[in-house]
């Protein structure tokens, strides 16, 4: 059972144009949604976040949409750099049964911005 | 936030075998976590490790299979067990912010490659 899906296992953009990942979720108990950033032979890099009290937040050329009744999020680069080809995971979090908090992965979506 | 290192940072293993992963952080913290991540697949969480209790595995993952320990706030090793090529993995700790976020910091990970 999915709960987080990145449908788009690819994206390519050109450099200086707008990159739009996205993310659906299924669990109406998530409540905190991060977007990490991995390159090859590293460690996931935490890049944004957003509660679900909001519905947008924005840093620097990076902002996430949040649609809490779509269930639906996106992470908006602009513009895009060819140093922002990575794989780009969404991830959502919630405070489980045995109190602990977990985050829930996405199955990664490949951005390749070319110059 | 914490600096945070896996040895090894790669091996390839012979079936039947063990290997110990370990992950040290340069500032103490509650709460540790490890991750797998399979080929072309996302993040699966297999357990949280506080220190001075057991860990806590997610459903799909048992103790005998994956033993971790978590000797003080600054260390903690994932051994993968009895090893079959379907371990071969990426296999990734990480770290919670603390506060009022639930951002989690990853390690670099350790590429286990199982013959």
């Known amino acids: 059972d999915q709960q987080v899906k990145q449908n788009s296992p690819s994206l390519s953009v050109q450099e200086g144009r707008i990159s739009i990942l996205n993310c659906d979720y299924t669990?109406?108990?998530?409540?905190?949604f991060l977007w990490y950033k991995k390159y090859p032979a590293e460690g996931p890099t935490f890049l944004i976040s957003i509660s679900s009290i909001k519905d947008k937040n924005e840093d620097g050329r990076f902002t996430v949409f949040l649609n809490k009744s779509a269930k639906h999020l996106s992470l908006h680069i602009v513009p895009s750099q060819p140093g922002d080809s990575a794989v780009y995971f969404c991830?959502?979090?919630?405070?489980?049964?045995?109190?602990?908090?977990?985050?829930?992965f996405g199955t990664g979506t490949r951005l390749l911005v070319s110059p | 936030s914490a600096v945070i290192s896996q040895k090894p940072s790669r091996d390839i293993c012979q079936r039947g075998t063990s290997l110990t992963i370990q992950c040290q952080v340069d500032?103490?913290?509650?709460?540790m976590f490890w991750y797998r991540q399979q080929p072309g697949q996302s993040l699966t969480l297999i357990a949280t490790a506080n220190q001075g209790s057991e860990a806590t595995y997610e459903s799909g993952f048992v103790i005998d299979k994956f033993p971790i320990s978590r000797p003080n706030l600054t260390f903690s090793t994932l051994t993968v067990s009895n090893m079959s090529p379907e371990d071969s993995s990426i296999y990734l700790c990480?770290?919670?912010?603390?506060?009022?976020?639930?951002?989690?910091?990853f390690g670099p990970g350790t590429r286990l490659t199982v013959l």
């Open positions: 990480s770290l919670n912010s603390g506060g009022a976020t639930d951002t989690q910091y």
């Open positions: 669990n109406s108990m998530f409540d905190y």
């Open positions: 500032s103490q913290v509650t709460m």
């Open positions: 991830a959502a979090s919630a405070i489980m049964n045995t109190g602990f908090q977990k985050l829930v």
